[in-house]
């Protein structure tokens, strides 16, 4: 084991004007959303499967008394038709993804979340942040003593703090992809 790494990102979200495409029957998420008037376009929304014929073939059948019967088999025939729909435009107000704060280190850091500040919060107006997520990531850094190679497993954070920095470790390797290690199979010397 050489080295401790962790991350903690905090998504931050800033309310907006929005203009999109979309069907006329598919109405965007968001505030106040409406189509813009005028803006229907017909277009190729998709294709069905439609009957098209009949190709058939005489087969014959052994009565089994020496003699035979004919009858007539049929398969449809089937082809491809475009289905129209109307694209339109839409616009309104929603929230969506601005930024992201992220902290990070090592085991000598103690890992923290970055102190944000919001543009009025808790309001929904043009120009207004919100916090979305929080995520964090605990990362043990291991080196193979068999060769140059390394890698990263990721454990909770109460375990991620207990694992000693230059402990040894034993565990198995995937063949078939580098630098992947069964992290699930490691067992300390």
Known sequence: MTDHEWERSISIQEYDEFT??????SRPAGDNVTMIAGSCQRQQ???RRVADGETCQNVR???????????QQCTTNYREEPVYDQM??????RWEESRTETTSGDLGD??????????????SR????????????YEVLYDNTDDDSSYRCAFPQDQWE???????????????????LLCETLERQ
């Open 88 to 93: 339109c435009r839409w616009e309104g107000f």
């Open 20 to 25: 999109d495409e979309d069907w006329q029957d």
């Open 61 to 71: 059948t052994d009565n089994g008394d020496g003699t035979f019967s004919q009858r």
């Open 162 to 180: 207990d694992i000693p920095v230059e402990s040894l470790w034993n565990g198995q390797a995937r063949a078939l992809i580098p630098n992947s």
């Open 126 to 137: 043009v120009g207004c942040e919100r916090e979305d997520e929080r995520s964090e990531s």
């Open 110 to 123: 103690r890992p923290y979340w970055e102190d944000i500040d919001l543009d009025c919060e808790g309001q």
């Open 45 to 47: 929304r998709s294709t």
